[in-house]
């Protein structure tokens, strides 16, 4: 399973923080201390995979992002790197060429889009047509929101 | 793109979100968020009733806040309340803020678990995914008492919805991981290894993840999912990419769930009933032909999930260890990925092939690859590659190759990052000792490897060179000689100091005769560089200045001397204090019988597991290192100490149970007491002799 996601800027400076498994807060901040350093120091043109602890740090760079997961140690790696591609996917069709200021502006939306296909620390759904059709009635459910509420029939 | 928030708006968010980013110092932000939460706390306390647009508002400031890295202490309530919204967003926000901020007051808690109770209850699919999620976010143990039985029966209900049986299926993997004990499977086991079958693509992704979990701790109760887990393989292997749909990712049909497939199979033995293996064996045959045929597309996210694949097919033809052919093919596959030109995929072939070299049948596949491994050792750019190569060499090594790799590995130590020097010393050890057949060689690699890398040689490491040099007399001398003149060196380590400072008080008479290592000069060398030495250090070089004594009466004027002076009678550390005197007064008072009974040679050491492999095991885990030690015990027939064909001259023997530390570490006094233990009838001459001259 997965056991944290991390995106963070060029300087260090954390975007966003997805725990799958219960932690302290001063672990937490250990762990993003330690991410951060030991990301930003790789030198381009190396492997996406390291080794910490008991666990394997996969992370790719999108633009000025750096995302980083972690998983167990039995885990597919170049399949942990297709789902962070996913993510990328999945917020680039929200967002229309997302770029780091969106998800500093639309936080807890990128917090939802991650909670449609990321649960427990597994993946949810692989199918990207049919997370976005969720993401999408989602928002029209928003927008419908001042009137009482009604069922809406989104998938399937 | 739009820099203010989609959507449904929250613009004293994004206003807020702008203040923060636009101060110019780490003060100016917490002033600004300091008035936000002023701002927020009396809003939440005023009279007014906050409308859920404002009350979403605000504890997602506080979110925002909180995710920013201050403390946030208030703020639990009103998302509680949002919970019991009929507005999606309201719902969305408070769960997200109590599954980030979990708290662990009582009354919240109740209040939240009969939030998630109505959710649940609602037949509203969004609703019911949410509350899920929340469970599955925090996963509480309280969660899984008020839900672990109902969310089964959400699992397998007829009526339930394919995104809720998914996020169902995940929400009851996590309470298993947390609290096994209250969820129990029992009259759902079958039901739930049926999803397996379900149209649903999702579904059977989202079940295969808890089956794999249920089967490692029950797989007698899980067994029949194996023969669905083949079928559906087979099914997902042999459909053309337009098959799938939407489930295709860049050209390869369902990568996830295939991958979660070999996975879960990674979990039996292979399957007894011939018609299932047969489906299998041809599924893996197809996976590794597929890895031949040229790319249906140039990008990188189609060539990773068809790799993926392959990795994890490979991973399931090592873990049955059953099928030469396979095992020889997925060899080779891996021989070719070690020079592909993604890094990647040198760096998973590496990896990959250290788990393969422990299979028999595949063992000497992987050695055909020595060179590939060794130029990657060399010439990687990437230290995590070299790394891997460093372990699949450890991982490959037999008597044929040993001196081979460990010279390869000791020149590679040089200019190792010092992160991983260490772990490096201690396999370099291990391979000298397990393959060393010519015992002088053995000596030479383990003080190069004080030479190249001192400091990271650990206690185990000389402490064990030690013992061998002692057990084997056909080494005795050619360790000394080694040692004497590794000890010229300017500036040499303080473990070489230690490691020639035992050996020569043990076997310097076998090096005396020549004049360059006379026995003067054996103690001069030693003695220069005993004020650079820690304690621990000029503590052994004083034991072995008493035993020169012995071994050479005409030394004793010199080294009384030395033991006389007041930086070693007069010294500040009782140790050395307490050595000196005593062996000061042993020397002067003791006949050369009763020396040489006290200061006899050091008798054989009994042979046990190696710490060395101990404090590896413990230092990278388990799992990590005992895949080839343990087929040791089945290839090479012998203890890992000894290993069976060491030639006629194999040392044994113990009547002693001596532990090697305690000679060091122990005081004076308790070594005394020690050879005492040994020499009876000598003892009561030694303390009397002591006690008579005060």
Redo the contacts between chains.
């Keep these: 399973?997965m056991r944290f996601l991390l995106l963070f800027s060029r300087q260090g400076k954390?975007r966003l923080?997805k725990w799958f498994m219960?932690m302290s807060e001063r672990e937490k901040?250990k762990i993003i201390r330690d991410m951060t350093t030991m990301v930003l120091a790789r030198?381009p043109?190396?492997?996406?995979?390291?080794?910490w602890k008991?666990l394997k740090i996969i992370y790719k760079r999108y633009a000025s992002l750096y995302f980083c997961l972690a998983v167990e140690s039995?885990e597919?790696?170049?399949?942990a790197?297709?789902i962070i591609?996913r993510y990328v996917e999945l917020l680039d069709k929200?967002?229309?060429?997302?770029?780091e200021?969106?998800i500093?502006?639309?936080?807890?939306?990128a917090?939802?889009i991650l909670?449609e296909f990321l649960?427990?620390?597994?993946?949810?759904?692989?199918?990207?047509?049919?997370v976005n059709r969720?993401i999408e009635?989602?928002?029209m459910?928003?927008?419908g929101?001042n009137s009482?509420?009604y069922?809406?029939e989104?998938?399937? | 793109m739009p820099a203010v928030s989609k959507g449904d708006g929250m613009r004293g968010l994004a206003v807020f979100i702008s203040d923060i980013r636009n101060c110019k110092s780490k003060e100016a932000e917490i002033k600004r968020i300091n008035k936000e939460l002023a701002n927020i706390r009396s809003k939440f306390k005023g009279d007014k009733a906050l409308d859920g647009y404002s009350k979403k508002k605000y504890v997602c400031k506080l979110l925002f806040i909180f995710l920013l890295g201050h403390d946030i202490d208030f703020g639990h309530m009103e998302a509680v309340n949002l919970l019991s919204s009929n507005k999606y967003t309201e719902k969305q926000i408070g769960y997200l803020f109590i599954s980030v901020l979990v708290n662990s007051n009582s009354e919240l808690i109740r209040l939240i678990n009969n939030a998630i109770k109505n959710d649940l209850s609602s037949r509203n699919p969004t609703f019911m995914c949410l509350a899920l999620h929340c469970i599955a976010n925090v996963g509480s143990r309280e969660m899984a008492e008020a839900f672990a039985s109902e969310i089964p029966r959400i699992l397998v209900a007829g009526d339930t919805m394919d995104s809720v049986k998914q996020s169902a299926a995940l929400c009851l993997l996590r309470l298993y991981k947390t609290s096994p004990d209250l969820v129990l499977m029992g009259e759902w086991t079958s039901r739930v290894v049926h999803l397996l079958n379900d149209q649903h693509m999702g579904v059977v992704t989202a079940a295969i993840s808890l089956i794999t979990c249920l089967s490692q701790k029950n797989p007698d109760e899980f067994k029949t999912c194996v023969s669905l887990a083949v079928s559906r393989l087979s099914r997902i292997v042999s459909s053309a990419s337009t098959d799938l749909q939407d489930y295709t990712y860049y050209f390869v049909p369902a990568p996830w769930l295939s991958c979660k497939l070999l996975r879960l199979l990674q979990c039996y033995p292979p399957p007894e009933d011939g018609a299932v293996k047969g489906r299998l064996v041809e599924c893996l045959e197809t996976i590794l032909n597929k890895a031949q045929e040229p790319p249906k597309s140039k990008k990188v996210q189609h060539s990773n999930a068809k790799n993926a694949i392959l990795f994890e097919a490979i991973s399931l033809i090592i873990h049955y260890d059953s099928e030469p052919n396979l095992l020889v093919r997925a060899c080779n596959q891996l021989g070719q990925f070690l020079q592909h030109r993604e890094t990647n995929l040198r760096y998973l072939a590496l990896e990959s092939m250290c788990t393969l070299a422990s299979s028999e049948f595949s063992h000497e596949a992987v050695k055909t690859h020595i060179e590939t491994v060794i130029n990657a050792l060399k010439t990687e750019r990437d230290v995590s590659v070299r790394q891997r190569a460093a372990d699949l060499l450890y991982a490959m090594c037999d008597r044929s190759n040993a001196k081979q790799i460990v010279a390869e590995m000791l020149s590679y130590l040089e200019t190792a990052d010092y992160s991983i020097r260490e772990e490096m010393v201690l396999k370099v050890a291990i391979l000298a000792e397990k393959y060393a057949v010519d015992y002088s060689w053995y000596v030479d690699t383990i003080l190069n490897l004080i030479r190249i890398a001192g400091d990271y040689v650990s206690e185990e490491v000389w402490y064990r060179v030690i013992q061998i040099v002692i057990n084997r007399d056909d080494v005795q001398g050619y360790a000394a000689k080694t040692v004497f003149e590794a000890l010229q060196a300017p500036a040499c380590h303080e473990n070489m100091v230690k490691v020639g400072g035992y050996i020569l008080g043990e076997f310097g008479n076998l090096i005396a005769g020549d004049p360059r290592s006379s026995p003067l000069v054996q103690f001069n060398l030693l003695h220069s560089k005993f004020h650079l030495c820690s304690v621990p250090t000029r503590a052994l070089l004083l034991s072995a200045y008493i035993k020169f004594i012995n071994l050479f009466p005409e030394t004793k004027a010199t080294i009384q001397e030395v033991l006389r002076c007041d930086s070693q009678i007069r010294n500040s550390d009782v140790e050395l204090q307490q050595r000196a005197v005593e062996y000061l007064k042993l020397s002067s008072i003791a006949s050369t019988d009763v020396l040489a009974t006290v200061l006899e040679e050091m008798p054989p050491f009994p042979e046990r597991e190696s710490s060395i492999l101990a404090k590896l095991k413990k230092k990278k885990g388990p799992g990590a290192v005992s895949v080839t030690e343990l087929d040791d015990n089945k290839r090479e027939g012998g203890e890992l100490n000894g290993g069976a064909d060491r030639g006629p001259d194999t040392a044994q023997t113990l009547e002693h149970d001596i532990s090697l530390s305690a000679l060091y570490w122990t005081p004076a006094s308790t070594q005394c007491a020690y050879l005492q233990f040994i020499k009876d009838e000598t003892r009561g001459l030694i303390f009397s002799q002591l006690s008579v001259s005060g």
């Design positions: 399973m954390l923080q219960p901040k030198q043109r190396t492997c996406n995979f390291l080794h008991d039995q597919n790696e170049l399949l790197l297709e591609h929200y967002f229309g060429n997302v770029c200021l969106d500093i502006f639309n936080f807890e939306k917090y939802f909670d649960m427990g620390g597994e993946i949810q759904e692989t199918s990207k047509q049919i969720s009635a989602s928002d459910l928003q927008e929101d009482e509420w069922e809406v989104l998938f399937g």
